[in-house]
């Protein structure tokens, strides 16, 4: 009996071993993301602001789970529409964006917007929406259909 019980002992510590292993090799520590901050993605702010593509601009704080758990979605995204918006990430609690955070009366993280300085115009993208990928996209897709007509008509 004391030698089944060996044995299945040292069966299940050679099993969660090379399990252990394997997760560490599969997912190196490096490649982790504990905060929203630790993805980089899209440009400056700033530099979003001196283009005339809209931005898809991302309002977060790093203690947010929900700002985390969001961030695959956004990197998704931005490899979708880098072409046609600039992607932007905020830290809303950075003090280079304290005007900015002010000015769109944040109520939550993360906060999805489509800002276009272009046309002076900003979207709040509902979070039932952006956090259904399929949606986001229609909405995004929409936007842009949107301001390419637009973009023909002739200014005045």
Not at 26 to 43: L, R, V
Not at 54 to 82: E, H, Q
Not at 120 to 147: F, G, T
């Amino acid at each position: 009996m004391k030698k089944k019980v060996l044995i299945t002992l040292i069966i299940t510590g050679i099993v969660i071993l090379t399990s252990a292993i394997t997760y560490a090799l599969t997912n190196p520590a490096s490649e982790q993301k504990h905060k929203p901050s630790d993805y980089k993605i899209g440009i400056k702010y700033s530099e979003a602001l001196q283009s005339d593509k809209p931005m898809l601009a991302l309002m977060y704080v790093d203690w947010c789970g929900y700002c985390l758990r969001f961030m695959p979605k956004y990197k998704t995204v931005s490899n979708i529409y880098k072409d046609k918006f600039n992607i932007v990430m905020l830290n809303a609690e950075d003090p280079a964006n304290e005007e900015l955070v002010k000015d769109v009366a944040l109520s939550g993280f993360p906060t999805l917007y489509i800002i276009d300085p272009k046309y002076d115009n900003r979207v709040l993208l509902n979070n039932a929406i952006y956090m259904d990928l399929k949606k986001l996209r229609v909405e995004l897709d929409r936007y842009l259909r949107i301001r390419g007509l637009l973009d023909q008509v002739p200014v005045k």
